[in-house]
């Protein structure tokens, strides 16, 4: 199976920027669909799609909330999947999550379920 490790989360100030990055198992990596998600602070929130790409890098979405802000890219020499996160603010804080898909419709990317493979997380928080 896919096994993905996120780093780069921190605590900064609002305005400040982040990179995150995600690393996973390189055997056919070119062939999955990466997303980052985001879960707000409090049990029971639910994750939210921020950004999305396709395997070869070609295609990239991202939520209303982060448009301009964020930008997605990824590796595949290296297995590896970037978020760089800039003007962040303190809604942007949560925890950020990499999930990978073998094939997904494009359409349902910003859906928790359509992932088979999670990382466990790394926390951002952003103070004012």
């Known amino acids: 199976q896919v096994q993905l490790v996120e780093s780069g989360g921190g605590s900064v100030q609002a305005g400040g920027s982040l990179r995150l990055v995600c690393v996973g198992s390189k055997d056919n990596y070119d062939k999955y669909h990466m997303t980052w998600f985001r879960q707000a602070p409090g049990t029971g929130m639910e994750r939210e799609g921020v950004?999305?790409?396709?395997?070869?890098?070609?295609?990239?979405y991202y939520s209303d909330s982060v448009k301009g802000r964020f930008t997605i890219a990824r590796d595949n020499l290296k297995s590896t999947v970037y978020l760089q996160m800039n003007s962040l603010q303190p809604e942007d804080s949560g925890m950020y999550y990499c999930a990978a898909v073998r094939y997904r419709s494009w359409a349902d990317w910003p859906r928790p379920t359509a992932y088979d493979y999670w990382g466990r997380g790394t926390q951002v928080t952003v103070f004012s």
């Open positions: 950004a999305t790409i396709g395997g070869g890098g070609g295609g990239a």
